[in-house]
């Protein structure tokens, strides 16, 4: 959805180097969920945002919320083979019906 | 741990065929979703149920592709006849919460049907 921008859309990186994947909504977001896909395979959660300057750690990925709750950064430190897959953020804009609506995903090999 | 099972995992149908997934949402969970994702795109949502009764499925293309949650546990997703464009990855996603209550939580994806058209 051109709603819901991701960038990069692909990422190459050196194991052991930081990095940052964005997510960026043309509307406030109520919620912000990050998963995780491996190539061909279904999406597995990292994490949910929800308030305006959010910021949540799992291990060595760190996702963030702005303050005015359109945009979204992922971030790897130190990455490891082990985090190579398709990074895709999920948007809830609110509503009665809750739905996710994904961007397009960025795609992140971590080279040995 | 508790896990969505779809099957089957691959699919291989010639055009104007019918083709059928199903779909075992995790125990407990009211809300299902089918989504479609086409190699190198984010999921879309085709159709979303609360518990048997469909609560969105402004994305689904009814003249080929029909849903139902029959007990309000598991689902199929049904395409008749199967076009070229059809090849994607169906997945899967439930949700244990009953969506609007200001309770968010994530939902719950399975593996996804891989269908390739022919």
């Known amino acids: 959805s051109q709603e819901l921008e991701q960038s990069p859309q692909s990422l190459i990186v050196q194991e052991g180097k930081n990095l940052t994947i964005n997510c960026t909504s043309s509307?406030?977001?109520?919620?912000l969920y990050w998963y995780k896909q491996k190539y061909g395979e279904g999406l597995i959660f990292l994490m949910m945002l929800q308030k305006g300057g959010e910021e949540k750690s799992h291990e060595k990925i760190t996702a963030k919320l702005d303050e005015k709750k359109q945009q979204s950064s992922l971030h790897i430190t130190a990455s490891q083979p082990s985090h190579a897959g398709i990074y895709l953020c999920?948007?809830?804009?609110?509503?009665?019906?809750?739905?996710?609506?994904f961007g397009k995903g960025t795609l992140l090999t971590v080279n040995p | 741990e508790a896990e969505v099972a779809q099957s089957p995992r691959y699919k291989i149908t010639e055009k104007s065929q019918a083709v059928a997934f199903w779909c075992d949402p995790i125990s407990g969970h009211a809300t299902l979703y089918w989504y479609r994702q086409i190699l190198g795109q984010g999921p879309e949502l085709l159709v979303q149920f609360q518990d048997e009764s469909v609560v969105d499925d402004s994305q689904l293309p009814k003249d080929r592709f029909s849903a139902e949650r029959l007990k309000g546990v598991d689902s199929t997703l049904k395409i008749q006849p199967a076009e070229l464009g059809d090849s994607a990855m169906y997945l899967c996603a439930s949700s244990p919460k009953v969506w609007g209550t200001g309770m968010n939580t994530e939902a719950f994806f399975g593996q996804g049907t891989r269908l390739t058209v022919v």
């Open positions: 999920g948007a809830d804009w609110g509503g009665s019906n809750y739905k996710l609506t």
């Open positions: 509307k406030t977001l109520y919620g």
